[in-house]
């Protein structure tokens, strides 16, 4: 089976494509900077893994020796004014790299969705300029164009499952009114594998999303239901720039700013897939919104914070699951209080105390603060 390479494997999408294409029977190679990251996947032992970087001309090409096609996953995301020019550079030294190697066909992109004819934030204009770099040298390119990503962990996720966990009310900049078309990871890692196979007459830029095409303001409320949350009160202003509302969501979420401030720019454009493309050439039924914000909360609802990415053979375990390299601020906020005590009495009369704290009863100190907690759930 032909052998395929993997950038970014330690990222979000990365580290989930690996066991999808590994599944599909390719043999997978992994160029990362830090080998030692991958220690801990469940599927290190089943993948070849070279030392290098994306800029090193010298060990991309090693890594892309044998290899029939690989995947540019690699993208700038933090707070550097130079992110542009760095990402520029690293397809460059990928295309010149790929022209060199004897058996690859193809380069796999995942890219931002977006009108090239919009006025573009510069972290999709920087998405979009990825792409004709890499279409520029003589390998064939697919570009696969997605909006945001719904999966435990991915960074557009997060940020909206905080901004919804931590504000039962908000004001929110006027772009929370723009449209979007949400797409599941499974769905993404989907459409990314069939990539391979695609025939030379199919476009070189394929826009992917879901099946519905909601409002930021939607999803938000929409996942407040999903999460069992009351409706949110959201009330648009025309006032808040997107640095200051990035500023704002690095205070209030586990998010740096550095990161909020690409995603909100993102949001100031409308996302929506225009073409038939992905059904003509990637045809795929796409799982919707709520689905797939129903499987990224798995984690949280089952309590499972830490150690579900070392059970490979978990059953139902899905690619919204988390993976040792997703940041710290990925999952969601659980806090636990455990205490022991040892006591002669039975189970029964034990669980008759416990569950008898509260209501007129009382608490065990401070009722006006428990009262208040209340009224604030």
């Not at 990035?246 to 454009?269: C, F, H, K, M």
Request: proline share 7%; net charge negative; glycine share 10%.
């Amino acid at each position: 089976m032909e052998q395929i390479l993997v950038t970014g494997a330690t990222g979000y999408i990365g580290g989930r494509l690996v066991p999808e294409l590994l599944a599909a029977g390719y043999r997978v190679r992994c160029l990362a900077r830090t080998p030692a990251k991958l220690q801990d996947f469940p599927w290190r032992a089943d993948v070849d893994v070279v030392p290098g970087d994306v800029t090193d001309a010298g060990s991309l090409t090693a890594a892309m020796e044998g290899c029939a096609a690989a995947y540019f996953l690699v993208h700038s995301m933090g707070g550097d004014e130079r992110f542009a020019e760095h990402d520029r550079r690293a397809a460059e030294v990928f295309r010149d790299a790929a022209a060199t190697a004897a058996r690859l066909e193809r380069i796999v992109y995942l890219g931002g969705l977006g009108a090239d004819e919009d006025d573009l934030s510069d972290h999709l204009r920087s998405r979009h300029e990825v792409g004709r770099v890499l279409a520029a040298g003589p390998v064939r390119v697919t570009e696969l164009r997605a909006a945001v990503v719904i999966g435990s962990g991915s960074a557009s996720f997060e940020m909206l499952r905080n901004l919804v966990d931590h504000l039962p009310g908000m004001v929110c900049p006027r772009w929370v009114r723009n449209r979007c078309q949400p797409i599941a990871v499974r769905d993404v890692l989907h459409q990314l594998v069939a990539a391979l196979r695609l025939p030379a007459a199919a476009p070189g830029v394929i826009e992917i999303g879901g099946p519905d095409v909601l409002t930021y303001e939607e999803m938000m409320q929409t996942f407040a239901a999903v999460a069992g949350l009351r409706r949110r009160l959201i009330v648009p202003v025309p006032l808040l720039s997107p640095r200051l509302s990035s500023l704002w969501i690095g205070l209030v979420t586990p998010l740096p700013a550095g990161l909020a401030r690409p995603l909100v720019e993102s949001l100031l454009n409308e996302v929506v897939v225009r073409g038939d493309e992905a059904r003509r050439w990637l045809p795929h039924d796409a799982i919707d919104f709520r689905t797939a914000l129903e499987l990224a909360l798995r984690r949280v609802e089952g309590f499972d914070v830490s150690t579900s990415w070392s059970s490979a053979g978990l059953p139902g375990r899905t690619p919204a699951d988390p993976l040792p390299t997703d940041p710290d601020w990925a999952g969601g906020t659980l806090l636990a209080d455990e205490r022991e005590a040892t006591t002669t009495a039975s189970p029964a009369a034990v669980f008759a105390t416990v569950a008898g704290i509260g209501g007129r009863r009382g608490w065990l100190v401070a009722d006006p603060l428990w009262i208040a907690r209340g009224g604030l759930d």
